[in-house]
């Protein structure tokens, strides 16, 4: 049986995204989601091998999507200016991006929110290089947890990179995400005042004097 073509791949994996967010992860089945595009059951297995790995090749698709939207916003801050002034908006920017990117791909932003990457990887039935796939954007959040650190303090140890976690990670996930808030400018410019406060307090030193080039996942 032959391989949809990558359009066809899209669009597939833009019904299971929307299906998922507008029905409940459970609702993504192979036939459901043959019944939306009229691609053969046999096709959708021949690309992705299982419903596992459908749903796991559309959270990639979103994860990945997103990391580049955030990765270029801090691209784009920090080429506005130097100095920490300029590594401050970086990091508003690197915080504000969940925000952003409900905004811009909604069904893309409410999908990762709706399907966990924890109880994907629990699930146990993904193929090994996937799960791979996903476990390796870890790295790239940490590597902008590292640049970030760096922009703002000329350092990246332990001490550093949990202040840069906090603002870009729990900020967020408590002021937005785990309320499933709408991210308008309220909310927005709470959580930019929020991590320009956070950042006001540079972290202690640690105890040792060694610096750290990667971050805690």
Partial sequence: MPRPRVHDL??????????????????????????????????????????????GQVWLR???????????????????????????????????????????????????LTVRRNELLGAGDLSNDLAADIRNLDDTLAELFVRLSRAMWHRADRNAVDVIRDCVVELPGALLLRGRRTPDAAVRQRLAAAVHALLALEPPLPLSTSVHTTADK
């Fill in 10 to 55: 899209e669009q597939l994996m833009d019904a299971a995204e929307k299906l998922a967010v507008d029905s409940g992860p459970a609702a993504v089945t192979v036939r459901a989601l043959s019944e939306l595009t009229s691609v053969s059951n046999g096709a959708i297995y021949h690309a992705f091998g299982s419903r596992a790995g459908l749903v």
């Fill in 62 to 112: 979103a994860a990945q999507r997103f990391l580049t939207m955030q990765n270029g916003a801090v691209d784009a801050a920090l080429e506005l200016g130097t100095g920490q002034d300029a590594a401050i908006e970086a990091v508003v920017a690197a915080a504000d991006a969940p925000a952003r990117f409900l905004l811009d791909a909604p069904v893309s932003g409410r999908f990762l």
